[in-house]
T-cell receptor, first 112, second 117 residues
Framework: GQQVMQIPQYQHVQEGEDFTTYCNSSTTLSNIQWYKQRPGGHPVFLIQLVKSGEVKKQKRLTFQFGEAKKNSSLHITATQTTDVGTYFCAGPGGGGADGLTFGKGTHLIIQP | GAGVSQSPRYKVTKRGQDVALRCDPISGHVSLYWYRQALGQGPEFLTYFNYEAQQDKSGLPNDRFSAERPEGSISTLTIQRTEQRDSAMYRC???????????????FGPGTRLLVL
């Protein structure tokens, strides 16, 4: 079945440093979504990318969808303590399934 | 309501007992999804409804798991004869769009943490 892999699993940064997480799929994706989950919280939708090569920005966050629609990245500029959490990418389920297939997430830890 | 709600928030049960987990989606949302999330992992798809119709149950681990959404709103996930390996956070999400293969934003609930002793 379809798999969505994320790296790194954990990332420690100093406050103010940049952060990037990468997502790779074994198959071409029609779209990809990104979610953020704060410690003890639930996943919260950040963005959806649909077009090949698409780049979207939300303040300090930049999301990219690869030309082949098999990979994506999330880059945060000048991290702040409020960015702490786990960032998940998710693609449509494989094999005709309708649920999202989530990556294992990248846990962002920020040291002040 | 303002968001997706789930109850109970915590459930401790003994192995072999049945449990029923409830999800109340955002009013007007057509699609409802059930996921299971292990600690430190991403949500794992279980099943999905459009209105009252169960569209996909390919993610249910085995036949002890079932779900229903009889009136197209509230949904119940039932686990029969619980086992210790069923312990996890069970999350519900809803979305406005029923379109298969192109998802609207999914709004997640706070989850029910199930512990099977």
């Amino acid at each position: 079945g379809q798999q969505v892999m994320q790296i790194p699993q954990y990332q420690h940064v100093q406050e103010g440093e940049d952060f990037t997480t990468y997502c790779n799929s074994s198959t071409t994706l029609s779209n990809i979504q990104w979610y953020k989950q704060r410690p003890g919280g639930h996943p919260v939708f950040l963005i959806q990318l649909v077009k090949s090569g698409e780049v979207k920005k939300q303040k300090r966050l930049t999301f990219q969808f690869g030309e082949a629609k098999k990979n994506s990245s999330l880059h945060i500029t000048a991290t702040q303590t409020t960015d702490v959490g786990t960032y998940f990418c998710a693609g449509p389920g494989g094999g005709g399934a309708d649920g999202l297939t989530f990556g294992k997430g990248t846990h962002l830890i920020i040291q002040p | 309501g303002a968001g997706v709600s789930q109850s109970p928030r915590y459930k401790v049960t003994k192995r072999g007992q049945d449990v029923a987990l409830r999800c109340d989606p955002i009013s007007g949302h057509v699609s409802l999804y059930w996921y299971r999330q292990a600690l430190g992992q991403g949500p794992e798809f279980l099943t999905y409804f459009n209105y009252e119709a169960q569209q996909d149950k390919s993610g249910l681990p085995n036949d002890r798991f079932s779900a229903e959404r009889p009136e197209g709103s509230i949904s119940t996930l039932t686990i029969q004869r619980t086992e210790q390996r069923d312990s996890a956070m069970y999350r519900c999400a809803s979305s406005l769009s029923p379109t298969s293969g192109y998802f609207g934003t999914q709004y997640f609930g706070p989850g029910t943490r199930l512990l099977v002793l």
